[in-house]
C-alpha cells in the first residue's frame, strides 16, 4: 500500500510538472506584440504634427475633409524595424480628387524632400491591398487577385490591415483576405528601415489609424 501511494504520488508530481512545463513554453499568438502608438500624444514619431497630423479619440488623424492636400505626407516612426508582424485599423474617407492612403515599412526619408522612399502597402483609390514601391522603383510589386478587386472596400468604414515582412518574403492582408503573397528578388534593397502612415497629395482626404501593434520576428 506505501509502495502504490508512492508510485502515485511521484506520478502526480510528474504530471503537475509536465503541466507547468507546457504552459510556460506555450506561446500564444499576439502575445509577444507591442503597441506602436500609445493614444495620447506622438511619443516615439515624427511628421508634421502641426498642420497635418493629429490625435482625435486616441486615433492618428491625417488630412482634412475641408480643404486638398497638396503633397503627400507621412508620419513616420523614429525606430526601424526589419523583420515584423504589423497589425492596424485604418479609415479612409474624401470628398474629392485622389482618395488614397497606405502604410510605408522598410523605408527612408529623402533628404531634402516631403516624400518617404520603400515599400508601401496600399490603400485607396482602387489600390488596397497592393504592394508599392514609393519613389524607389515607383511602380506596384504585388496586386491583389481579381476575386478580391471586385470585393468592393468600402470608404468611411474601419478595415483591418497586417503587413508581414520576413527576410525577401512579404504579405499583406486586408479585412482578413490575403492580398499579397511577394518574394522579393532584387538584390541589396534595405532589409530594415522606418514605419510610416501616408496620406496621398492632390486630395480632399483624411485617413484615421487606431489599434497599431507589432511583432518583432527573428
Known amino acids: 500500500m506505501v509502495r502504490n501511494s508512492h508510485r ?3 506520478r502526480f508530481r510528474i504530471t503537475r510538472s509536465l503541466y507547468a512545463f507546457v504552459c510556460a513554453v506555450v506561446v500564444v499568438p499576439g502575445l509577444a506584440a ?3 502608438f500609445n493614444g495620447g500624444n506622438f511619443d516615439g514619431w515624427e511628421g508634421d504634427i502641426n498642420d497635418v497630423w493629429r490625435i482625435e479619440n486616441k486615433e492618428i488623424v491625417g488630412g482634412s475633409l475641408s480643404k ?4 503627400n505626407n507621412f508620419l513616420c516612426t523614429i525606430n526601424r524595424y526589419a523583420n515584423f508582424d504589423l497589425s492596424l ?3 479612409l474617407s474624401g470628398t474629392k480628387g485622389f482618395i488614397n492612403s497606405g502604410v510605408q515599412f522598410r523605408s527612408e526619408r529623402i533628404r531634402g524632400s516631403h ?3 520603400g515599400y508601401q502597402a496600399d490603400f485607396g483609390a482602387g489600390h488596397d491591398g497592393a504592394l508599392y514601391d514609393e519613389s524607389r522603383r515607383k511602380k506596384f510589386l504585388a496586386r491583389p487577385p481579381k476575386s478580391f478587386l471586385e470585393r468592393n472596400t468600402r470608404r468611411d468604414e474601419w478595415h483591418d490591415y497586417r503587413i508581414r515582412a520576413r527576410g ?3 504579405e499583406l492582408w486586408v479585412d482578413g483576405i490575403q492580398t499579397v503573397d511577394y518574394i522579393e528578388v532584387e538584390s541589396g534593397l534595405p532589409s530594415d528601415g522606418i514605419i ?3 496620406i496621398h497629395g492632390n486630395g480632399v482626404a483624411e485617413v484615421q489609424f487606431k489599434d497599431l501593434m ?3 520576428l527573428p
Open 68 to 71: 486638398k492636400q497638396e503633397k
Open 115 to 117: 516624400e518617404v522612399a
Open 89 to 91: 485599423r485604418i479609415k
Open 168 to 170: 525577401n518574403h512579404i
Open 8 to 10: 502515485h504520488h511521484c
Open 196 to 198: 510610416g502612415l501616408q
Open 34 to 36: 507591442d503597441s506602436l
Open 214 to 216: 507589432i511583432e518583432e
